[in-house]
């Protein structure tokens, strides 16, 4: 088992900038990849952002590249998501994810654990 407390989401103005947080706890030796997702009212939930727990190069999804960052504290087993220039758009409840093997890092399935999800609300 593993578990997932994210924080950090609050209310933000437009052009703005917040800082996600997941600490993960439990089995953590078996994680392979982190990933970030989110879902805003009234559409389903989509990727964001991963990254592999052991290095390698991250992955975004198109409309957060080059405005968000992910990484990671392998010491702490904490993953990050900075999260800058951030428009009205980006208004969800942002979930952490982990998994235990390698596969398509967008892919929601793939993920076998979840966190609670935290609010992030941007203000135009």
């Known amino acids: 088992q593993v578990q997932l407390i994210e924080s950090g989401g609050g209310l933000v103005q437009a052009g703005g900038s917040l800082r996600l947080s997941c600490v993960a706890s439990g089995r953590t030796f078996s994680t392979y990849a982190m990933g970030w997702f989110r879902q805003s009212p009234g559409k389903e939930r989509e990727f964001v952002a991963a990254i592999s727990w052991s290095g390698g190069r991250p992955y975004y999804a198109d409309s957060v590249k080059g405005r968000f960052t992910i990484s990671r504290d392998n010491a702490k087993n904490t993953v990050y998501l900075q999260m800058n220039s951030l428009k009205p758009e980006d208004t969800a409840v942002y979930y952490c994810?982990?998994?235990?093997?390698?596969?398509?890092?967008?892919?929601?399935?793939?993920?076998?654990?979840w966190g609670q999800g935290t609010q992030v609300t941007v203000s135009s």
């Open positions: 994810a982990s998994r235990f093997h390698a596969g398509t890092y967008y892919s929601q399935r793939e993920y076998d654990y």
